[in-house]
């Protein structure tokens, strides 16, 4: 399983390092520093250099490093005499009489994520300073969350029982506590205790959901998904049951996939609290939560998105000097919710030098070090519809520049709404003392550099041409044909060196070839 545990800063420097095997010395973190903290290509977080391999998550200029090995254990322990036999031959007999183990690649990844989430709750962001502040802290708990590179208990309400930052309490307490824990540990439900009081019984619950979006200048939708969590807060008293109902028409099945007017979810994925054979039979969620704050579940809609923003983009250049922009944002919900926090990301040539905004909502500024007009709206309202009109001047430059085009990126908040459709029907909470409790539910709808709108680009806007010129071009331009056919049939043997005196035409008929093709692009391109 895991053999090594680093975390490494920007510069490449090791702030922990944890070996739980033999099989790495402390000189393997060196490799990991010159084969991607050095090398700015890297992009895949999983690197692997012969029998090695390293799995890291990057998080505020930190790197979370996991090292594993790929293992040979042979089956047979020296019982099979090998004789001579041909190299090929030994191979195959080699993999057949040996069993090869490699690491769970998720499992790994799982592991990074789950102690980011454990410092997070301990100390809050995670940055170089938390690090190197919490420095004790941060051994207790790798070591008591991974043994011998297999993950244990990474429950953050188990682990805060008995790894605190408080002062020690006496020796009577503490070995009733210490009961406590080994009961909450090797219970039915290791992630909570059942001596939990609240004043208050509250439940909340949000249900957060990120649209991946690329949408053509047209509003014709290219791709779109949903990235969604259910997140609860729960304070409750006891060891209470609750149930969880979503929405009539719930379609996870793929073999059920079909229904026009149904929420149909892809990989699902719950907490370990949730009793998986409840929702397999009528789509419910029961479960006993933890004490706070935890993930409940985790899904992904591909089908029936609806999008919150539309976004209908207009750019025309004119000439090579300017470039001027028409964008309308509309809503595509109701006049009851408003979207909030929109940000625009228009992006410009690179050779532009100012940039003429003009919009009746918002503001919309023009930042030379991005090459994009960034336009705020504070809020928009649900039926509203917000324009923006611009004129980018552009530099001269004596090769023309091709510019890409880069989608408009959007940014924005949508509060009481769910692009996949996904609603809360009911919670009920059931405890033996039965005391009344308040539930709470939230929606909430976001993008960040996810949303993307192409522009559209209608012909260029030309210059018009006197006739006069461009009948001059079109006959010199025939004239010029008339005399490089002729060269090139009547001096067919020329030579680029003189023969007997007489000068070599090929330059002639070269010169000539450059110049008929100057006066077709010329014909054909702007003045």
């Known amino acids: 399983m895991i053999s090594a545990f680093f975390i490494f800063n920007q510069k490449g420097e090791v702030l922990i390092s944890r070996l739980y095997r033999t099989d790495f010395k402390r000189s393997i973190a060196d490799v990991f520093r010159i084969q991607v903290v050095s090398n700015s290509d ?104 991974n043994d011998f590179g297999y993950p244990q208990n990474s429950e953050i309400d188990t682990l805060k029982t008995y790894i605190t930052t408080e002062s020690i309490v006496s020796s009577a307490i503490a070995a009733e506590e210490s009961s406590k824990i080994t009961a909450q540990a090797t219970g039915a439900t290791s992630w909570r ?145 408003s979207a909030t926090n929109v940000v625009l990301r228009i992006p410009t040539p690179l050779n532009t030098t100012s940039v003429d905004c003009q919009v009746a909502t918002g503001k919309a500024k023009y930042v030379p070090a991005e090459n994009v007009v960034v336009w705020k709206i504070p809020r928009l309202q649900g039926g509203q519809e917000c324009t923006f009109s611009g004129a980018a001047e552009l530099t001269s430059t004596t090769t023309r520049q091709v510019w890409a085009r880069p989608p408009i990126d959007v940014d924005f908040q949508v509060l009481m709404f769910t692009s996949s459709g996904l609603i809360v029907r009911f919670l009920k909470v059931f405890e033996k003392s039965n005391y009344n409790s308040i539930k709470w539910v939230r929606y909430l709808t976001k993008a960040s550099g996810s949303y993307q709108i192409r522009k559209y680009t209608p012909m260029q806007a030309e210059v018009a041409t006197p006739w006069v010129i461009r009948t001059f071009r079109f006959c010199s331009t025939v004239v010029f044909m008339s005399r490089v056919s002729v060269g090139l049939f009547v001096n067919t043997g020329a030579t680029l060196a003189s023969v007997e005196g007489e000068p070599g035409r090929y330059p002639v008929i070269l010169a000539s070839l450059v110049y008929f093709a100057f006066h077709i692009t010329s014909y054909d391109s702007e003045p």
């Open 193 to 337: 205790r059942g001596d939990v009081k609240y004043k208050k019984n509250e439940a909340f619950v949000d249900v957060v959901e990120t649209v991946n979006l690329s949408m053509s200048a047209k509003g014709t939708v290219l791709r779109a998904d949903v990235d969604g969590h259910i997140q609860m807060r729960a304070y409750l008293s006891g060891t209470p049951e609750c149930k969880f109902g979503l929405n009539d028409k719930l379609v996870i099945d793929k073999s059920e996939k079909g229904m026009s007017d149904a929420v149909e979810l892809d990989d699902c994925r719950f907490h370990q609290c949730v009793r998986l054979n409840d929702f397999d039979a009528d789509r419910s969620i029961s479960f006993i939560p933890p004490d706070g704050e935890f993930e409940l579940m985790r899904y992904r809609a591909t089908t029936n998105v609806k999008v919150p923003l539309r976004v209908i983009p207009t750019v025309t250049e004119i000439g090579t000097t300017k470039v001027s922009y028409d964008v309308t944002v509309k809503t595509a919900f109701g006049n009851k919710l």
């Open 42 to 145: 890297v992009r895949s977080p999983i690197i692997t250099l012969g029998s090695t391999s390293f799995f890291h998550v990057r998080i505020n200029n930190l790197y979370v490093v996991a090292v594993t090995k790929y293992v040979l254990y042979p089956f047979n322990n020296g019982s099979i005499r090998v004789v001579f036999v041909p190299r090929v031959l030994l191979a195959c007999i080699a993999d057949l009489l040996s069993r090869r183990t490699n690491a769970n690649a998720a499992l790994v990844f799982e592991f990074c994520y789950r102690f980011i989430n454990i410092c997070k709750s301990y100390f809050g962001k995670i940055d170089e300073e938390s690090i190197k502040n919490n420095f004790v802290l941060i051994y207790e708990l790798i070591d008591e969350i």
